[in-house]
């Protein structure tokens, strides 16, 4: 796994500690997990010179949870070494090592051809990552997402609290599933469960879905 320490990416991480179905869980990062678990392996590495998976024999399953925004990242370019450049790397050297099923975090509004470059980049991801050849690729595409940001030392986002507030109590009945809230929980049981149960071939997630398919 990839991207385990951001809202989404710890939710795919406790799921996976969970799963009985994994033996082992391995976190690649740019600094070693704080999370302690038996089956959990955490390792050190630079995703702008990841070729192979460092101390990583095998790999049956792979999930990616990589993500910034441009504020944060600074640039443009800084934010496509983190969602294309970074994602693509680590997708490349897990497949090099076995992984044969891929499970990654998109966002509503992927398009490759899009004129929103948040957008574009996303579209251009996902289509790296289908050219990969996984047997199974799952893209997740969730709407806005719910969850405490500033327990993880992430910058606050004041318009999303009250996008929020708004998705999810006042006009929750008006909005199409699609574009309504999701919580971090529910796109990662979604997206495990997904990732666990499909054939080969390419699945996209909308929130909607991974509403129904998530564990209450």
Same mark, same amino acid.
């Given at each position: 796994?990839?991207?385990?320490?951001?809202?989404v #990416?710890?939710?795919?991480l406790?799921?996976?500690?969970?799963?009985k179905?994994?033996? /082992?869980?391995?976190?690649?990062?740019?600094?070693?997990?704080?999370?302690?678990?038996?089956?959990?392996f *955490?390792?050190?590495v630079?995703?702008?010179?990841?070729t192979?998976?460092?101390?990583i024999?095998?790999?049956?399953?792979?999930?990616?949870?990589? #993500?910034t925004?441009?504020?944060v990242?600074?640039s443009?370019?800084?934010f496509? /070494?983190?969602?294309?450049?970074?994602?693509?790397a680590?997708?490349?050297?897990?497949?090099?090592a076995?992984?044969?099923?891929?499970?990654v975090? *998109?966002?509503?509004g992927a398009?490759?051809g899009?004129?929103?470059?948040?957008?574009?980049?996303? #579209?251009?991801m996902?289509?790296?990552l289908?050219?990969?050849?996984?047997q199974?690729?799952?893209?997740?595409r969730?709407?806005?997402?719910?969850?405490?940001?500033?327990a993880?030392a $992430?910058?606050?986002?004041?318009?999303e609290?009250?996008?929020?507030?708004?998705?999810?109590s006042?006009?929750?009945?008006?909005?199409?599933?699609?574009?309504?809230?999701?919580?971090?929980?529910?796109v990662?049981?979604?997206?495990?469960?997904?990732? $666990? #149960?499909?054939?080969?071939?390419?699945?996209? &997630?909308?929130s909607?879905?991974? $509403?129904r &398919?998530?564990?209450?």
């Amino acid at each position: 796994m990839a991207g385990a320490t951001g809202l989404v #990416g710890q939710a795919v991480l406790a799921a996976l500690l969970t799963d009985k179905r994994y033996a /082992a869980v391995h976190c690649v990062g740019r600094r070693p997990l704080t999370v302690k678990n038996k089956k959990l392996f *955490s390792h050190v590495v630079d995703f702008a010179t990841l070729t192979k998976l460092p101390g990583i024999r095998h790999v049956d399953d792979v999930f990616i949870a990589l #993500g910034t925004t441009i504020k944060v990242a600074g640039s443009q370019a800084a934010f496509r /070494a983190v969602d294309f450049d970074a994602v693509v790397a680590v997708a490349r050297a897990a497949k090099a090592a076995g992984a044969i099923k891929l499970g990654v975090i *998109s966002a509503m509004g992927a398009n490759a051809g899009s004129a929103v470059f948040y957008n574009r980049v996303k #579209g251009e991801m996902e289509n790296a990552l289908a050219a990969l050849g996984y047997q199974t690729l799952v893209m997740a595409r969730p709407s806005m997402l719910a969850g405490d940001r500033e327990a993880l030392a $992430q910058a606050p986002r004041p318009l999303e609290k009250l996008g929020l507030f708004a998705m999810m109590s006042l006009f929750k009945p008006l909005i199409p599933a699609n574009y309504q809230a999701i919580s971090a929980t529910q796109v990662a049981h979604a997206l495990l469960s997904t990732v $666990q #149960g499909s054939r080969q071939g390419t699945r996209v &997630l909308l929130s909607g879905e991974m $509403q129904r &398919l998530a564990v209450p």
